[in-house]
């Protein structure tokens, strides 16, 4: 419900009648009740922003659809109740056609469904007024300035480029390694964008099997393939003038693949077992972590879809590239965390500054997160020290290249790290640095590499 009051205003020349709907109403201490005689009184006194009118259709200075007329137009929000000395069906619907909440004809009951039906208004008031307050507070926290924490240069130029994104319709491609926040991207730009009011819908290809993909998207008819008991709407339709946020597309089938650029270039979708054709308005947003302009050359993905996708392209830094703000961001997750944890503040010493500046950050922000909340459990006092902060990886990037190494050893060392980056994913890291998954398995069988 509404805090505060609830402006009604009772237009009825009947002054009896009116004073009968004020008692009754004014049982409720929040409505602030306004009664007028005339519908030129009535119409001069909408600056006060009432919530409900009760309207009398009979009036000796206007007719009551004109009246009805003349409130909406000065405030299409509110709430017109016509009360009718007669039951005319055709009255009514014409009425309710102009935009009138409810028709009520004048009887003994009139009071009580009088009191239903602004309850009812009221309670949708309330529930207008918590989405409009959650739809800010959606544009609030993803202001770009709060979905990236930053102040380098690299940063500021994401800002720039997220800035155009969200002022138009352009295709965006998000580009960027693995915990970079390229869904935050996507969102920040959806929630700042004329699309905010829409769906967002994220649709992650890589998790999806092969054999479901296409249904995911476009959806399926009842008796499509064994299990289809019903029609589906597939991610398409659900985030129609909204967003979709295809993210890891790289990983998209190449069988699949010109099916979504039909998409694309039609603006609509058939679903799966079915002939229709369903027209959509959806703003595309992609992410991966792939180079799709390798992609094409070996043959993995269609060019004229990668061209199609491209569209505004915003490739996120790495964290090691970040400079200061591996700093910022870490007392920003350390704020977070003693807060919800009801711990007091705390601080990182200069030698735990030095010692994350120090890191390359192979997880990105993410793994920056889960490093700094860890240490604040570690630590003490209230001041982080360097001993509290422990990586993942053994060695830092220049611990790495300082150490003198044959060419094996710097091989073996480099194929480790991606595994463990990686989460030991073979072909992944065969793909990535572009050698054979039989090297990889022949290093492991040898024991030259460790797969925890």
Known sequence: MTNGSFKIFILDDDVWYSELLEYHLSLNPDYEIYKF?????????MHLRPNVVTLD??????????????IKEQNPDVQVVVISGQEDVATAVDLLKLGA???????????????NT??????????????????EEIGQKYDFGKVIIGNSDAIKKVFNLMDKASKTNITVSVHGETGTGKELVAKAIHYNSTRKKAPYVAVNVAAIPRELIESELFGHEKGAFTGAVSRRLGKFEEANKGTIFLDEIGELDISLQAKLLRVLQEKEITRVGGNAVVPVDVRIIVATHKNLAEEVKKGRFREDLYYRLLGLPIQLPPLRERGSDILVLAKFFIDAFAKENGLGRKHLSPDAQQKLLSYAFPGNVRELKALVELAVVLADEDTIQEQDINFSASHTDKDFLAEE????????????????RYDYNVLLVADKL????????????SNELIVK
């Open 118 to 135: 602004i309850n009812k208004i009221r309670e949708n008031v309330s529930l207008r007024e918590e989405i409009d307050h959650l739809k």
């Open 57 to 70: 259709y009979s009036l000796p200075d206007k007719n009551g659809s004109e009246v009805l007329r003349r």
């Open 434 to 445: 572009d050698i054979g998954k039989s090297t990889i398995y022949r290093m492991i069988q």
């Open 101 to 115: 909440y409810d028709y009520i004809v004048k009887d003994e009951d009139t009071p009580e469904r009088l009191w």
């Open 37 to 45: 005689h005339s519908a030129n009184e009535c119409l001069a006194s």
């Open 405 to 420: 190494r044959s060419l094996k050893e710097y091989t073996t060392a480099i194929i480790q790290r991606f595994l463990d």
